[in-house]
């Protein structure tokens, strides 16, 4: 059902399930993000969630455009991201002050907003110190830009360094932290989550479905569909590494699982994220209202403790058959 968490310490209550807007001013129209967004908000859903690089900007300007149609704007909890590639500069990227605060206001334009409730760091960057990053936040916190900040692909010890840095300077602390979590990724079980837990980090795990892969709509010894995320896995080295002979038994063994509840392996899928201890609100990305409908109904399936054996039989806790929680998680002399 859909519910209301707390978002880490912060008080402020988020729905159980994060509207990813990822897919919106690409693929998705402007108008046709719109009619997805109204219908979550009417739905219950009140986070939503995008990012500077989503489109290059587009996915911003349409939730911004949207939401202003809607009129709802006080009524939602508003997160982008900052970070990746916005343009040929070689400071037009990354996790530096100047770059921040450049794309902070960029961000307040597209979305036709004078203030972020959430402004997440998309990717750590071990060459920038983190007090470079949280100074550059805490200003844009103090400033009223920003509500409060979040972090995304971060490792558990980078996280309890940025809580030691923010302790030591007075700053103020990420509230949150967004992972890939699935069940084809289980890694973060190992230390992340309790780390959250133990320091009351909000947990927003993206790629719950897997990138797809947990949709059903890939099949053993077929290539996949040309309109469909891993069309491209021959050219694309991230997904091929993903693209496994292990999911299909994954999926081979959700199947019976979701036909015993009646609905589809992504709702069930989705529904064992939702459910899962210390997690906050997963992100869904859907491309068509469709899509959208289909995630919205695994809020009415229960995972048991038997589903959850189940699911264990097949991708141990913290296990992985197909790797989605990658990050610069160290300094540079002992990457492999």
């Known amino acids: 059902m859909l519910e209301y968490r707390p978002l880490g310490r912060t008080g402020i209550k988020v729905s159980n399930l994060c ?6 001013g690409g693929r998705t129209t402007p ?9 979550a908000l009417d739905a219950g859903i009140n986070f939503l969630d ?3 690089v989503y489109n290059l900007g587009r996915s911003e300007e349409a939730t911004g455009a949207a939401l202003k149609e809607s009129g709802r704007r006080h009524d939602v909890v508003l997160a982008t991201k900052v970070h990746g590639k916005m343009g040929e500069g070689p400071n037009d990227l990354g996790n530096t002050r100047r770059h921040i605060i450049d794309q902070c206001e960029q961000s307040l334009r597209r979305l036709q907003t004078d203030y972020i409730d959430l402004y997440q760091v998309h990717r750590p960057q071990p060459d920038v110190p983190i007090d470079e990053t949280l100074r550059a936040l805490d200003d844009l916190v ?3 830009k920003v509500r409060y900040i979040g972090t995304s692909t971060f490792a558990a010890w980078q996280v309890v360094e940025s809580l030691w840095a923010s302790k030591e300077y007075g700053l103020n602390r990420f509230v949150c932290e967004q992972p890939p979590y699935n069940i084809l990724d289980r890694r973060i079980e190992r230390e992340l989550l309790p780390m959250a837990h133990t320091y009351g980090i909000g947990v927003i795990p993206w790629s719950p479905l897997g990138g797809g892969l947990l949709t059903g709509k890939y099949h053993r010894g077929e290539p996949p569909p040309e309109d469909t995320r891993f069309a491209d896995i021959g050219t694309n080295r991230m997904r091929a590494r993903r693209w496994t002979e292990s999911f299909f038994d994954v999926v081979d063994a959700l199947e019976p699982l979701a036909q015993a509840k009646g609905c589809t392996v992504a709702q069930f899928a989705l529904a064992w994220c939702v459910q899962q201890p210390f997690v906050t609100s997963p992100i869904i990305g859907p491309r068509t209202m469709e899509q959208f409908e289909d995630n919205f109904g695994a809020l009415a399936i229960e995972i048991t403790d038997e589903d959850r054996k189940a699911v264990d039989a ?3 806790r913290g296990g992985v058959v197909s790797p989605f929680y990658e990050g610069d998680f160290g300094p540079h002399p002992f990457r492999v």
């Open 19 to 24: 509207l990813g807007c990822m897919m919106f």
């Open 31 to 39: 108008t046709d993000a719109a009619n997805i967004i109204h219908r």
């Open 50 to 52: 995008s990012a500077n």
């Open 142 to 144: 103090r400033s009223g």
């Open 314 to 316: 097949v991708v141990p």
